[in-house]
């Protein structure tokens, strides 16, 4: 069983940056697949950014290629969202979630991960 419990949300202006982290109980945290998603009101929950459980693997949405990075420290059983040139669009709940992995890979759908945070609100102003 593994609990993440996600911090760094926050209010920030457009153009700011965010860094979210996810922390991550239970052992062999580096066999886990990561993924962050987020979720607006009255949208779907979607996958922003996902690594693999070794950290060589990453995959980004479209909308936050170049301005996103996902990326874990093992040693600290956490993975990260450093999120930069915020825009207005970007605000949402982001999630932070987990699948165990025999494999080197990352998983991009939500119905993918069995493990879940509580989620942390992004909010961007213009």
């Known amino acids: 069983q593994v609990q993440l419990v996600e911090s760094g949300g926050g209010l920030v202006q457009a153009g700011g940056s965010l860094r979210l982290s996810c922390a991550a109980s239970g052992r062999s945290f580096s066999s886990y697949a990561m993924g962050w998603f987020r979720q607006a009101p009255g949208k779907e929950r979607d996958l922003v950014a996902a690594i693999s459980g070794g950290g060589g693997r990453t995959y980004y949405a479209d909308p936050v290629k170049g301005r996103f990075t996902i990326s874990r420290d093992n040693a600290k059983n956490t993975v990260y969202l450093q999120m930069n040139s915020l825009r207005p669009e970007d605000t949402a709940v982001y999630y932070c979630?987990?699948?165990?992995?025999?494999?080197?890979?990352?998983?991009?759908?939500?119905?993918?991960?069995?493990?879940w945070g509580q989620g942390t609100q992004v909010t961007v102003s213009s």
């Open positions: 979630a987990g699948r165990y992995s025999h494999f080197s890979v990352y998983f991009v759908g939500a119905s993918e991960y069995n493990y």
